[in-house]
Nanobody, 126 residues
Framework: QVQLVESGGGLVQAGGSLRLSCAAS????????MGWFRQAPGKEREFVAA????????RYADSVKGRFTISRDNAKNTVYLQMDSLKPEDTAVYYC???????????????????WGQGTQVTVSS
């Protein structure tokens, strides 16, 4: 099966930056969506960003639009989340996920994703 491994989390001050990576291993389909979700203490899982692998069409939650950038590297089978201008409310465990299938626009619904990574902690202090 497909395995997803996140890395790059850590502790950063407000206004700082982090880049998360999600490396995929195993066989994959040619058409799929890669997404980032997060879950903060006492909160439900929420959508952050997603990208269609083949076309690089992206989608962002309103709360991160203009601050976060999602991208992918075909050769490395890796998706990235560049996080700039971080805020304390960005503190959460960030999860990488994959949704199989061909679509015109990335999904923001976590229930529609098929595979999940183990998560990486992002803590933003002030």
């Amino acid at each position: 099966q497909v395995q997803l491994v996140e890395s790059g989390g850590g502790l950063v001050q407000a206004g700082g930056s982090l880049r998360l990576s999600c490396a995929a291993s195993g066989r994959t389909y040619s058409s799929y969506t890669m997404g980032w979700f997060r879950q903060a203490p006492g909160k439900e899982r929420e959508f952050v960003a997603a990208i269609l692998w083949s076309s690089s069409i992206g989608r962002y939650a309103d709360s991160v639009k203009g601050r976060f950038t999602i991208s992918r590297d075909n050769a490395k089978n890796t998706v990235y989340l560049q996080m700039d201008s971080l805020k304390p409310e960005d503190t959460a465990v960030y999860y990488c996920a994959r949704r199989d299938g061909s679509y015109y626009y990335p999904s923001d619904h976590w229930r529609e994703y098929d595979y999940w990574g183990q998560g990486t902690q992002v803590t933003v202090s002030s």
